[in-house]
Structure formats: structure tokens, C-alpha cells
């Protein structure tokens, strides 16, 4: 019988989706254990038991695997910052590949899963940081929560974002201890400053600071971010207030303290302006290679009418839009529609309309008035399309849907629901978006039959 903070020796036999080691108990119990890889021998303790499985983690490596990457400190492993960093990055490619060939074939799909494209780069890549704020033996700290746990693990290094941006929190942190500042104190809701955001424009360099606080404002507020918007490439200072005890990070409220609205990025030749809750994908060197295999999937020409669903502040939609007829971008968020226009204009693309309003029910209004898009784009966040949103779509009937996915397992099952209105896909394209993690993005088009 096992028991909690038991030791053992262990075979790990294969990763987990989570990138956890996988080994097999001679009682019929399945572990998962932190940094442990297929075909090491380990000495792991066992952290908590459930029924038929269990959770570990390594306290010796007995037999290392040649794909071990040595790391310099083991905070990246403990806060689930960086799950597969001590996994060679080839193998990384593998291992994603590898996860979503298991999910189609569980899913009984008959599609083709290309080799995962490798990032351009493997670490410095993530353009936007979102780091707690606590008070640690009553001092200020930042660093990021020790996994399954609201406990802060305090770091300076955070391995895969723009080391621009570590250096930034780093000038930010001191500047909120210099004036007396507190992290926020979960257990008893008080404190000043829960959350601070930082997003780095990849080829621009610009830099905003977002200051997540409890209150709407505070002591030396105005002084503080004066010094903020000194540091070294900040553009843009922001408060956002979020009065709420939730793991919600930001609230609904931003105010400009200091600086420019907005800092601006770029996707290939153009230009994006980036608020302080705008959706853009994390790696921007890898997101020209992202848009442009859907492009190339979907094989979009002069006469295609395009619907972009969840268009956010229009990346994609205006990517693809000197390849088609028109494109039009449907938004829940009303701060990215305007941002979406503006976009538009930014770039001198004159063929885009953007919209609020949920793109199921766009798309209804569409079916009703008789109106069609020969390509609709989905690129929904983690949980997926919905029923309603598939049925919307079957409704206008489009030719192609350029679906991109960043969970692989919600994107089968939408794949599964699509085919019962007639369309189908021969090809799925992982994309690395995210080294050293076990998130991998997917691009498919589906075609109606």
C-alpha cells in the first residue's frame, strides 16, 4: 500500500500532456511525476494520492535520459513557468506532435498531423509578463505561484519572457519598495498592488506597465509612476483597479497614469496598436509563421469574403486582407473593436469592417438577411467554439473554415461537431508557440463537402 511522502524508485515510461514523467507502480497505480523523463530511473516521494493515480515528485535522478537538459535553477520546474525546460527542444517538438497524433487517434479522426514548426526562438520569447505581487518577510517581492498552490516562489528570472521585460519588473519592483508599497495579502484582502502586467512590443521596443492595484489610488501614486514611465523603453503607464477577491487578474477599469495610450507592435509588414487588454499572441517572431500556414491551408484568393470570429484588435483579419475580396471582424470586447478600427486605418487596409457582438449571433443575422462568407476564421481561447457558434457558421455556409487552436483536445472535438454540417480536414499543423511548455498551437482548415 502506498502512502503520502513514501519514497520509491520508479521507471518512467512516457510524459504526461502536462509534461510530467508517467511510471506505473507494481500496485496498479499510475504516477505523475515532476522532472522525470522516459527511460529514467528515479527516486521520487509521493506529494498526493487519489484513486488509481497519484502525483510525485524526484528527489534523485538514478538513470538520466540523453534528453535531459541541465537547468540552473529548478524554480522554472516548481512554478510550471517552463514544465518541459529540461527536455531537449527537439524532443519538445516531438513530444507536442506526439500529443495531438494521440488525441486524433482517440478521437477516431482520419487526419494528418504534420511535424510541430519549431519556434524561432526557444527562450526570451513570451511579449507579455503577468507577475503576482506579495509581501515576503515584509518586504515587497514578485515572483510567480509554486504549482497546484497560491504560494509565491520569489524570481527575477522568469527564463521565457523578453529578458527586457524581466529587467523592467525588476525596476519596477524597486521603485514600489522605495515609497513603501505592498503586495497584496491574499488571505486577508489588503495591500496595494496585486498584479504587475508588462507587454514589450517585439520589434518596437516599446514597453507598457500595467499596475494591477485594489484600490483606484494611493499614496505617492502620481510620483511613482512618473519614475515608472522613465525606465528604459516605457511608453506607457497604466492602473488597472480590480477590487475583487478572484483569480481574475485584471479588473474591467484602466486608467492612463502616464504616457501613451497604447504601444504598438508588428505582425510581418504591419503595424499594431496594443491597449492594456488586448489580445495579441504571446511569441511574436513565431506569429508571421502562425498566420501565414493559415494562409497557405486555406488557399485564399481575390474573391474570398472573409468572416474573422473572435477577431480581438484584428490581427489576423487584417493579416490576410490584401489576399482577399473583404474581411469582416466580429468582437465581444468593445475597447478591441476600436482598437481593431484603428488598426485598420494604422495600416491603410480599406477592404475591413469590424463589429461588436457575440459572432454566433453575427452570424445568425447574417443567415437571416442572406448574406454569406466564402472563409470564416475561428481562433477562440482555450475552451473552444461552442454548439451555437458551429450551427451559426453551417448556416452561412461557408466554403473554408480556418480554424486555429491553442488546445488541442477542444479543437477535436469541435473538429468531430463540424463534420456532422459537412465539413471535414485532412490536416492538422502544429505550430510552437510556446517552448518550454506542453502548450503547442494548431492550425486546420476545414472544407465543406
Avoid at 150 to 178: A, S, Y
Avoid at 272 to 281: A, E, G, H, K, N
Amino acid at each position: 500500500m502506498l502512502n503520502k511522502n513514501q519514497e520509491l524508485q520508479l521507471t518512467i515510461t512516457d510524459l504526461s500532456y502536462e509534461g510530467m514523467g508517467v511510471a506505473h507502480t507494481d500496485e496498479g497505480m499510475t504516477l505523475f511525476v515532476d522532472n522525470a523523463l522516459p527511460g529514467e530511473v528515479v527516486t521520487a516521494k509521493i506529494l498526493k494520492l487519489k484513486k488509481g493515480f497519484g502525483f510525485a515528485k524526484t528527489v534523485s535522478i538514478e538513470t538520466k535520459s540523453p534528453d535531459r537538459v541541465e537547468m540552473s535553477s529548478n524554480k522554472w520546474a516548481q512554478t510550471g513557468i517552463a514544465p518541459l525546460a529540461h527536455l531537449t527542444y527537439a524532443k519538445q517538438l516531438e513530444f507536442k506532435t506526439k500529443q495531438v497524433k494521440t488525441l486524433v487517434e482517440k478521437n477516431k479522426l482520419d487526419i494528418d498531423v504534420l511535424e510541430t514548426i519549431a519556434s524561432p526562438n526557444e527562450l526570451g520569447y513570451r511579449n507579455k509578463a503577468q507577475v503576482p505581487v506579495r509581501q515576503v518577510k515584509r518586504q515587497l517581492e514578485v515572483g510567480f505561484f509554486r504549482k497546484r498552490s497560491h504560494d509565491l516562489v520569489v524570481m527575477e528570472d522568469f527564463l521565457i519572457q523578453d529578458p527586457k521585460i524581466d529587467n523592467t519588473i525588476k525596476g519596477v519592483r524597486e521603485i514600489l519598495r522605495q515609497y513603501g508599497i505592498t503586495g497584496y495579502d491574499e488571505r486577508n484582502h489588503r495591500g496595494q498592488v496585486k498584479n504587475i502586467i508588462v507587454r514589450r512590443g517585439y520589434f518596437t521596443g516599446e514597453i507598457m506597465v500595467v499596475l494591477v492595484c485594489l484600490d483606484k489610488k494611493f499614496k505617492h501614486l502620481p510620483e511613482i509612476a512618473d519614475e515608472i514611465h522613465q525606465l528604459e523603453e516605457v511608453k506607457s503607464v497604466y492602473l488597472n483597479h480590480n477590487p475583487q477577491k478572484t483569480n481574475v487578474i485584471m479588473g474591467k477599469k484602466n486608467r492612463l497614469l502616464a504616457g501613451n495610450s497604447y504601444i504598438t507592435d508588428k505582425i510581418g509588414d504591419q503595424t499594431f496598436m496594443i491597449s492594456p487588454q488586448s489580445f495579441f499572441q504571446i511569441n511574436s517572431s513565431q506569429t508571421p509563421t502562425l498566420y501565414q500556414k493559415a494562409v497557405e491551408m486555406a488557399e485564399l484568393n481575390q474573391d474570398d469574403e472573409v468572416l474573422d470570429t473572435y477577431s480581438g484588435i484584428g490581427t489576423i483579419g487584417l493579416s490576410v486582407a490584401k489576399e482577399v475580396k473583404s474581411v469582416t471582424g466580429v468582437e465581444v470586447v468593445k475597447s478591441a473593436v476600436e482598437d481593431a478600427k484603428n488598426n485598420a486605418t494604422l495600416n491603410h487596409i480599406t477592404n475591413s469592417e469590424f463589429f461588436l457582438g457575440k459572432s454566433e449571433e453575427y452570424m445568425n443575422h447574417w443567415a437571416e438577411e442572406g448574406k454569406q462568407a466564402t472563409v470564416v476564421i475561428a481562433d477562440p481561447p482555450r475552451k473552444g467554439v461552442t454548439s451555437e457558434f458551429i450551427q451559426s457558421t453551417a448556416k452561412i455556409a461557408p466554403r473554408k473554415v480556418i480554424y486555429i487552436s491553442c488546445n488541442p483536445a477542444t479543437l477535436m472535438r469541435d473538429i468531430k461537431e463540424f463534420e456532422e454540417y459537412g465539413y471535414t480536414t485532412k490536416t492538422i499543423q502544429p505550430v510552437d508557440m510556446f517552448p518550454m511548455t506542453q502548450h503547442v498551437e494548431c492550425v486546420t482548415v476545414l472544407e465543406k463537402n
